[in-house]
């Protein structure tokens, strides 16, 4: 039996189903390390890159604790976005189907009476946004007596200065006894870790680094030299290349939405993902990029955390990052779980050096590359 087995096997009849019907092979790095320690009942605090599978990694064991004769709240997954809440909740359903399992969001600026409503229900697992959540325990609609599981996903983004008072408050609002708290995160500055380790119960600590089932994606990394106010042009012939799906990570609103108004002009079908858009037009331009009706997706960093879509051929950097974990972190949106995947940047002179020490980190050789005939193509030297 190999270890992916024996994990599996320790897992109730529907998940282990509903494994087999995935038709995943392996379980990944973090995976295999955490789903053990959490049917154990230990707090961990886990670190693993982008897509290696972080959700899944809290979510089995979540799921397998949960007892659906019960009628009261027993785990609270926390999120920083809207579109994270909602893309956990789809995975809840997905590997809870057929059962009696109940989940229910709660998202700030969505309807407050329709959120009450769905907790006379007494769902099994809440997703929250961690404003939200807070507001609701302390009109004592969400109870938390009975919770023994809380989740932070994305656990960086939530226990920043402006969260973490309303996390620590969610987190007390639980009996530290019967408490277990579960922490996911790409990256994990001290300050987090340190802050979650005063909350947690001796959590085991967790980072991955690399893992190994993902790093056979067939990824190519490439890039092209251009001046600052013509990187536009390179964005819109990528745009143009057949079968493109491409994420572009821009830095700020503003130039975002000057990119995306030129691409327009230009006929070319872009979607945005930033803070200042409204839940519909967030929802609808994801939509049209999952559906194919968009070639492309500009996107700020913050506005990207913990979204995962299927098939992402391309990840462009735009504005280059400053840190090197940050270009792992956009970069890990494509070539995911084997697939293969491109990443490109587009640089000015100072970020091509930047770009090169980034990739001799990632014992990575980029190639420069150039348009010929509307297909990329290796410069010439």
Known sequence: MSDTQQIIAQLKPFLQQAWEKAGFQTLTSVQSTTIPLIIEGKDVIAESPTGTGKTLAYLL???????????????????????????????????????????????????????????????????????????????????MHKVQTVVLDEGDQLLTPEHSE???????????????????????????EKSVKNLAKDPEVIKVKKDQTIEAANVD???????????????????????????????????????????????????QLHSDLGKQDRQRFIKKFREGDSEMLLVTDIAARGLDIKGVTHVVHYDLPRELDQYIHRSGRTGRFGAEGTVISIVNEREERDLKKFCKALTIEPVLAEFYHGKMVEAAK
């Open 61 to 143: 064991p979540v799921l397998n604790k949960i007892d659906p004769k019960m009628q009261n709240t027993q785990a609270v997954i926390l999120a920083s976005s809207q579109e994270l809440v909602m893309q956990i909740l789809s995975e809840i359903q997905k590997w809870g189907e057929g059962t009696e399992l109940k989940a229910a969001t709660l998202i700030g600026g969505a309807n407050l009476k329709r959120q009450i409503d769905k907790l006379k229900k007494s769902p099994h697992i809440i997703v929250g946004t961690p404003g939200r959540t807070y507001e609701l325990i302390k009109q004592k609609k969400l109870k």
């Open 166 to 192: 309303t996390i620590n408050n969610i987190i007390k609002a639980t009996l530290a006894d019967q408490r277990q708290l579960l922490l996911f995160s790409a990256t994990l500055p001290p300050a987090v």
């Open 221 to 271: 990394h490439i890039y092209f030299v251009s001046e600052q106010r013509d990187k536009i042009k390179i964005l819109e012939k990528i745009a143009r290349l057949k079968g493109v799906k491409a994420l572009v990570f821009i830095k700020d609103i503003a130039n975002l939405t000057i990119a995306a108004d030129k691409l327009k002009f230009k006929d070319i079908h872009v979607g």
